[in-house]
């Protein structure tokens, strides 16, 4: 009889079914029940916009800072990793923006692509640790979770219509559209996962039990990249399936993380307090205000769009020459940038013995 591998749940396997593993597919489902209204427009509802970009997308990054400069003893050895690397990151960034402000977006766009991608690839690790695979079947799985990304980044690229941007208009490189190349890259979509599915099943057959979890990733991520980039072409979809998809799953790893922790240490501290009593409410309102005032002043600086939503910075509206943005976007785009590169060492380091994150 095929029963579930019950031993692969890194916490909590409520919160991790809510969190992590069902998000994509709820998206998704979310979009048949829309209004056509959604799929055509240029331009969100301004509550929408809010929730998305600014509460999940940027709130997501400063869930960050829950694994860094909260947590003392990590900070206290490993300083020359969490002061040096902003310094590094700032300077590189200015020059990059002093050249050209579109190399500095494209930069930053593809490193954004590369931090998506291996985040799905962190859960797939995670979830398949305790498996007793071949070095084969590992290498199947690593296809198909880059697969079943970089492919439809690969579409997106010549298909020369897309309606959405990661972050501006050209910050991706475009080609001629190529029906030859988009064909050929939803067919190998299919075929990685059509690969994927047959291996997993000789696995299943001959251990007599299925891991949920790592198929929910593949699956989940599958249709999230698909419907998101190759199927609509809607800024809208591109936008939800994007940021919610990538952001909610991260602050539940996060949130995951400081719980176990909590439970682990004996000390009082304010990451005990966060994880403490009104929990929830106390690791979600910073992360929600640190992004709601960065996103002030990207508005005020530099965007110019959304003034409704940060009335009061609208004093600070102005327009600025290009040398003083040299600095400012740069600066702006520090936490974010921080993130994507800091995300690679956190759930490496090793704290002290209670710390679970080495198996990522």
């Known amino acids: 009889m095929i029963r579930p591998q019950e031993h692969n749940w890194i916490g909590n396997s409520k919160v991790e079914v809510i969190g992590i593993l069902s998000v994509s597919f709820l998206c998704c ?53 969490f002061f040096g690397l902003p ?96 064909n050929s890259t939803i067919l190998l979509i299919f075929l990685v996962l059509i690969i994927y599915f047959i291996s997993e099943g000789f696995e299943v057959f001959k251990s007599q039990q299925i891991n949920y979890q790592k198929n929910a990733i593949v699956i989940g991520t599958a249709l999230s990249w698909f419907i998101g980039i190759v199927y609509y072409n809607s800024d809208f979809v591109f936008t939800l399936l994007n940021v919610v998809c990538h952001g909610v799953p991260y602050m539940t790893l996060v949130w995951i993380h400081g719980k176990k922790t909590h439970v682990v240490s004996n000390e009082t501290n304010v990451l005990n307090l966060i994880y403490g009593k009104f929990s929830m409410l106390l690791f979600l309102l910073p992360i929600v205000f640190f992004a709601y005032i960065e996103e002030s002043f990207w508005d005020a600086f530099v965007w110019h769009e959304h003034n409704t939503s940060f009335i009061i910075f609208d004093s600070f509206n102005v327009s600025l020459s290009k040398n003083v943005l040299n600095i400012i976007v740069p600066l702006l785009a520090l936490p974010q940038l921080f993130h994507y590169v800091i995300d690679g060492f956190i759930w490496k380091i090793k704290v002290d013995k209670f710390n679970w994150t080495n198996i990522l």
């Not at 829950?66 to 050895?77: E, F, G, H, N, P």
């Not at 494209?106 to 590369?114: E, H, I, K, M």
């Not at 640790?129 to 799985?141: A, G, L, V, W």
Request: glycine letters at 2%; aromatic letters at 24%.
């Open 29 to 81: 489902l979310a979009l048949f029940f829309l209004p056509n209204y959604f799929f055509e427009t240029d331009f969100f509802p301004e509550q929408i916009w809010l929730f998305l970009v600014v509460f999940v997308d940027v709130g997501h990054v400063y869930s960050t800072i829950y694994r860094t400069y909260i947590d003392k003893q990590l900070v206290s050895k490993h300083q020359n990793l």
């Open 87 to 182: 310094v590094l990151l700032f300077a590189l960034s200015v020059l990059l923006h002093s050249i050209s402000s579109i190399l500095f977006w494209r930069c930053l766009a593809y490193f954004a692509v590369y931090h998506f991608i291996r985040q799905q690839y962190g859960f797939l690790r995670i979830y398949s640790r305790k498996n007793t695979y071949s070095k084969f079947k590992h290498y199947i799985d690593s296809v198909t979770i880059y697969g079943v990304t970089i492919l439809p980044i690969i579409y997106w690229h010549f298909s020369g219509n897309r309606k959405f941007n990661w972050f501006l208009k050209n910050d991706f490189f475009q080609f001629s559209t190529n029906e030859w190349i988009l």
